[in-house]
């Protein structure tokens, strides 16, 4: 029986469950979608490169491709809805954007294509797309098969053109947002595709030599039971699925989904349902080899999502596209998420920006502390309290006190040096770090 809320992420689709950029970096500190953009990436990126050893280069990009067919009412995303009448000036933009961060990147190990909807770009588009990134930046780790190049698929979109031209252009792997198997689900949600598609575009990819996939689902639907969330786990399963992204459903403010709840439309998931889901995912996926590596993603050894884990383990990351956040030297920013914006202020390819967080040592350190403890690998004892030390005189023995508190009430556990969250640590996760956190006050 669970102790609490299940643990909730930022968003749970195709669209996000698998680039936690929310989590992470697309929605730190974003609540700002009303101003307009001031200056340019370009000042910035060039100061926080120059600060950098030539071996330090980036070697992860995201890239916001903000198209979907409609607006889901759980959303809160930046996506717009797809006239196609501005794919063409989207995609010559953000090559522009992309041409101009290359010179700052490394070999890039890992590139994400999220949205919005990215396999809505039409496939002549795509191959531009891709063989501008093949033109600017070094991809030889990806196409040697060490490193991961993600791209966000919803599955009515598959097609085996578009997954041959992925292929080409270096791509490994796909995330599907499923989100359910159960129709009347999806249409709570307003997704509109055919649950049996999904099957069929895992099909695709690995026809067309996409080896790799994920794929998304969402629990704590209003009116989903026990057994229908097991349902649509068993048939992730029977798809032969190496990496699910399962995510309990938030309502975020300004969706129309929260404005249904507002309305009472319906029922939000009873909160001990919702954690009997969580607890049976563990339970249900463990058993089918894919073990949790992070609070709501559960893969394969080995098939872990290292883009993610770049993310996560608080690594330098280059991002393109409206919307998009960055994340080098310390330096975060955002870009505008307005596509107009992003289309008509071209500062020698760089991107409007309207957020800039300079280097922040305390901010670092919570984050790291944020996003480590969600991880099945935790946070290593000795690095986190030596750097906390360093953030705020006296935060060691704060730590340490809070972790070891933490240890006897059965959230958290000690091994290999690591403070690691025990299976009911994970239903707690956000109370741990936040306790964590406050050591650093
Ligand atoms: S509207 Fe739907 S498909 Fe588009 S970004 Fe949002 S959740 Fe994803």
Redesign the pocket.
């Known amino acids: 029986m669970a102790m609490s809320g299940a643990p909730r992420l930022a ?1 749970a ?4 469950s698998d680039h936690p950029q929310d989590a992470m970096t697309n929605n730190i500190a974003i609540s700002l979608p009303e101003q307009r953009p001031r200056q340019t990436a370009r000042r910035l990126l060039r100061a926080a490169a120059d600060a950098l050893a030539p071996s330090q280069a980036p070697r992860s990009l995201y890239i916001h491709i ?1 198209f ?5 009412h ?6 717009i809805v797809d006239r196609q009448d501005r794919q063409r000036a989207f995609a010559d933009r953000l090559i522009r954007e992309l041409d101009a961060l290359a010179p700052i990147a490394g070999r890039l190990e890992t590139i994400f294509i999220g ?3 990215p396999t809505l770009l039409a496939p002549p588009l795509w191959r531009d797309l891709l063989t501008a990134l093949g033109r600017a930046y070094d991809l030889s780790e990806i196409r040697a098969g060490r490193g991961e190049f993600s791209v966000e698929c ?1 599955p009515e979109t598959a097609s085996p053109e578009l997954f041959d031209i992925l292929v080409n252009g270096g791509v490994n792997r796909i995330s599907i ?1 499923a989100q359910s198997f159960n129709q009347a689900h999806l249409q709570t949600l ?2 509109r595709h055919n649950p049996d598609n999904v099957a069929r575009a895992l099909e695709l990819a690995r026809a067309s030599g996409i080896e790799r996939q994920s794929v998304d689902l969402i629990f704590a639907v209003p009116g989903q039971e026990l057994e229908d969330w097991q349902a649509d786990l068993e048939r992730a399963l029977a798809i032969d699925t190496e990496h699910l992204s399962c995510y309990a459903l938030t309502y975020e403010p300004n969706t129309a989904m929260t404005a249904r709840l507002e309305r009472y439309e319906f029922t939000r998931a009873d909160e001990d349902l919702e954690a009997d889901m969580y607890e049976l995912t563990l339970e249900r996926l463990r058993r089918a080899g894919l073990e949790r590596y992070e609070v709501s993603n559960y893969a394969r050894p080995g098939r872990e999502c290292a883009h993610n884990m770049a993310y996560w383990r608080q690594q330098d990351w280059l991002a393109a596209g409206p919307s998009a956040s960055g994340h080098v030297g310390g330096h975060r920013w955002k870009n505008t998420p307005r596509l107009d914006d992003y289309l008509s202020l071209d500062d020698g390819g760089f991107a409007p920006i309207i957020e800039h967080e300079p280097p922040d040592a305390r901010r670092a350190m919570r984050e790291q502390i944020m996003t480590g403890i969600r991880l099945r690998e935790g946070l290593e004892i000795e690095r986190v309290c030596a750097a906390a030390e360093r953030v705020a005189p006296g935060a060691r023995r704060r730590l340490e006190a809070s972790a070891a508190w933490h240890v006897q009430v059965g959230l958290l556990s000690v091994s290999g040096g690591r403070w690691v969250l025990t299976d009911g640590g994970f239903l707690m996760g956000d109370r741990v770090a936040s306790d964590l956190m406050d050591a650093l006050a």
């Open positions: 968003c689709d195709a669209c996000w903000p979907c067919a409609h607006k889901c759980y959303c809160d995303f930046y996506s949205g919005g909807t919803n947002g307003e997704r």
